[in-house]
């Protein structure tokens, strides 16, 4: 019986799904969801996936795992006849893995969010801050692109068809600029090429009409003038081990390095998932306050200037906490219970780190940045609101689980566990309502690994209580 995908025609992580799909070869079922009835927050669909999101799939046998970053390498890993498209070897892994985490953190959930202000709020043109926020999107897969042919090295990967989602509809809104862009500009057109890409197409022309209907300044453009892509939406809304039975077993002859800044929750989920394989790092303090995350020996290092970045002992470079947590275990752990090799258990670890790199951290990270750039001094309703939100979502995940991804402890805990306390600074866990998580939260602090967090969420609730009136 053919897997079946719950989807929305414009949606970019759906087009995503579909392109992988085709490259794979796999029929899939597909079930189109109407969020105008509301469908996806029916008692039916919410059992399916507590989040309400699309894509959703549903694999032959029953298993279920949402978000397209986690479907895709799945998919490519039960299916594929080879493991080009995701590969196993480490290294690539990692970077197709910090490729993935960029387009569900920053390239698709600012995307999203001017689409909201569109459809939801009935913004009819583009303001600059929103233009801004997508040119750098631009500038940031320029540098990854650079020397690559690519978006992970020389050869297709899921990476690209999860970028090539996202980077054509926010093409619709934000065109490339082919002189500025010009490597960007030759790979849309290189994925676009791909028989695979072709399912893209469609759901390219409904985001675009949808898009004409509602701002202003597509009464003087034709689509022609677009390079071709896809569209919309992934999101509407946006037991124990004992601590030596993970220890490192794999000699390593020079400890890798972590560029990091202790209040930040990332940094900790590395410093936790280190701590909980045994593995020793040398630590090296980038100082935001001084520029030296933008100095161009670091920005060599990481052109999205971004912490942690970890730069192995054989100088392998990796960035975004969730693919550098993935690539240690995979490297360093003496098992793979953190993170299983088992497709299934993968999958939804996969879907909870997308959860938090996507929807869960940069919840925090905006109302940080208004109170570190802006002079934000309290927390209004809508910060509460957002927060809740995750917190409510995190609830329905740990129904019937132990643990965030199951019944026991992985790196998923580790990343949401760095989060969560984050945001509980900037608004308390309401144990009452949100009585798994709390117990949950209870559970990772008691965890020998979870020491490592401790230094920095204290430094970041110290500022964070010096800033807010």
């Excluded at 022309?205 to 509602?214: A, G, I, Q, R, Y």
């Amino acid at each position: 019986m053919a897997p079946t995908l719950y989807m929305i025609a414009p949606s970019p992580p759906v087009r995503s799904v579909l392109i992988t799909a085709k490259a794979l070869g796999i029929q899939l079922q597909e079930k189109a969801v109407d969020f105008q009835k509301g469908e996806h927050l029916q008692p039916e669909y919410l059992k399916i996936n507590p989040q309400h999101t699309v894509p959703t799939l549903v694999d032959d046998d029953g298993f279920i795992v949402w978000d397209s970053h986690a479907i895709n390498p799945y998919l490519v890993s039960k299916y594929g006849k080879n493991d080009s498209l995701y590969p196993k070897d480490l290294k690539k892994r990692a970077i197709v893995d910090q490729r993935l985490h960029f387009d569900s953190g920053v390239a698709f959930a600012r995307g999203i969010t001017i689409i909201g202000q569109i459809l939801r709020e009935g913004k009819t043109s583009l303001t600059d801050k929103d233009k801004e926020s997508l040119t750098q999107v631009y500038e940031f897969l320029e540098a990854f692109l650079d020397g690559k042919q690519w978006m992970a090295g020389d050869s297709v990967t899921i990476a690209d068809y999860n970028l090539y989602a996202t980077i054509s509809g926010s093409n619709v809104l934000v065109p490339v600029d082919s002189q500025k862009f010009p490597k960007v500009a030759a790979w849309l057109k290189k994925v676009d090429a791909l028989p695979e890409a072709e399912v893209s197409k469609k759901g390219l022309e409904v985001f675009t009409t949808m898009m004409k209907s509602k701002l202003h300044r597509f009464k003087a453009r034709t689509t022609d003038q677009l390079v071709t892509g896809t569209g919309y939406y992934e999101s509407m809304t946006h037991s124990h081990h004992k601590f030596c039975d993970r220890c490192s077993v794999n000699s390593v002859t020079m400890a890798p390095t972590l560029y990091m800044l202790p209040a930040s929750p990332a940094v900790r989920s590395v410093q936790i998932t280190a701590k909980a394989i045994g593995l020793q790092m040398e630590e090296k303090l980038v100082d935001l306050s001084k520029g030296e995350h933008l100095k161009p020996e670091y920005l060599k290092l990481n052109p999205q200037h971004t912490v942690p970045t970890l730069v192995d002992d054989d100088g392998l470079t990796i960035w975004d906490s969730h693919a550098i947590n993935a690539y240690l275990v995979s490297k360093y752990a003496k098992n793979d219970s953190l993170y299983p090799k088992d497709l299934a258990k993968r999958a939804i670890i996969d879907q909870r780190l997308h959860f938090d790199s996507g929807v869960a951290f940069p919840a925090g990270a905006r109302i940080t940045a208004a109170i570190l750039r802006a002079g934000k001094k309290s927390i209004d309703d809508s910060d509460k609101e957002s927060v809740n939100a995750v917190y409510a979502f995190l609830e329905a995940f740990l129904e019937k689980k132990s643990w965030m991804a199951g019944e026991s402890v992985t790196i998923a805990d580790y990343n949401l566990y760095a989060t969560v306390t984050t945001l509980n600074v900037l608004v308390p866990l309401d144990g009452q309502k949100y009585q798994k998580l709390s117990a949950w939260v209870k559970k990772v602090d008691g965890l020998s690994e979870a020491e490592a967090n401790k230094k920095g969420i204290a430094g970041y609730e110290a500022m964070i209580k010096s800033l807010l009136a």
